[in-house]
């Protein structure tokens, strides 16, 4: 399975941009890129996911390079809610049991 | 909403101990997932289940074994617990819908359990 890898952590400002870098030099052309986070106390929740084009949601976008290579989670204005530790996942087109394989993320840390 | 619920969120068991740990989901998914989750590993995957009956297993099956006999169901079994198996204990469960290149996961609150 392909790996990504991500900073340990990242500090942000309330209602400043956030952009969470993850690079995944070794994706092959079926690797979806999905990211998750986990609030404090809580599972991790769904955040978004894409292949090759740039993803919006209401809660982020996703942003992939055109190589593939690398990704950037953008959170348009954080708030203290959004304190978490976020994943970013390659997930293989393959697998038909939505199996996810988690690193150990980016800790962001949030201030007023 | 979908709702993964976890039998105990904190749990203390002795070494040697049989332990059940028990996940329902409410929303029909097909698919469930048994991770644990230790400071600088990230979550691992023990096992999951792609239907009532089976399962596979993921990175760390050992010392684990699971049970689904019930769709809604999907227990986790420490059959002689030990102090290495004290951890943050996550369940998941994801819809599993035919043609859908993804679907997503759905995590209960977790099960902190320690072994002494």
């Known amino acids: 399975d392909a790996k990504t890898t991500q900073p340990n952590s990242m500090e942000s400002n309330e209602e400043e941009p956030v952009h969470l870098p993850c690079n995944h030099s070794?994706?092959?052309?079926?690797?979806?890129i999905h990211w998750y986070r986990q609030l404090p106390s809580q599972g991790p929740e769904y955040v978004i996911h894409?292949?090759?084009s740039n993803v919006n949601n209401r809660m982020a976008s996703l942003a992939i390079a055109e190589d593939r290579k690398s990704s950037t989670l953008i959170l348009h204005r954080a708030t203290l809610r959004d304190a978490a530790v976020y994943y970013c996942i390659l997930r293989p087109r393959s697998y038909n049991t939505d199996k996810l394989i988690f690193g150990t993320g980016t800790r962001l840390q949030v201030f007023p | 909403d979908v709702k993964v619920t976890q039998s105990s969120r904190y749990l203390v068991k002795r070494t040697g101990e049989k332990v059940f740990l028990e996940c329902v989901q409410d929303?029909?998914?097909?698919?469930m997932f048994w991770y644990r989750q230790d400071p600088g590993l990230g979550l691992r995957l023990i096992y999951f289940?792609?239907?009532?009956?089976?399962?596979e297993k993921g990175d760390i099956p050992e010392g684990y074994s699971v049970s689904r006999e019930k769709k809604e169901r999907f227990s986790l079994i420490l059959e002689s617990a030990s102090t290495n198996q004290t951890s943050m204990y996550l369940c998941?469960?994801?819809?599993?819908?035919?043609?859908?290149?993804?679907?997503?996961?759905?995590f209960g609150p977790g099960t902190r359990l320690t072994v002494l």
């Open positions: 070794t994706i092959s052309g079926t690797d979806y």
């Open positions: 929303m029909d998914h097909e698919n």
């Open positions: 894409g292949l090759t």
């Open positions: 289940s792609y239907d009532v009956k089976m399962k």
């Open positions: 998941a469960s994801s819809p599993g819908l035919a043609g859908v290149v993804y679907n997503e996961q759905f």
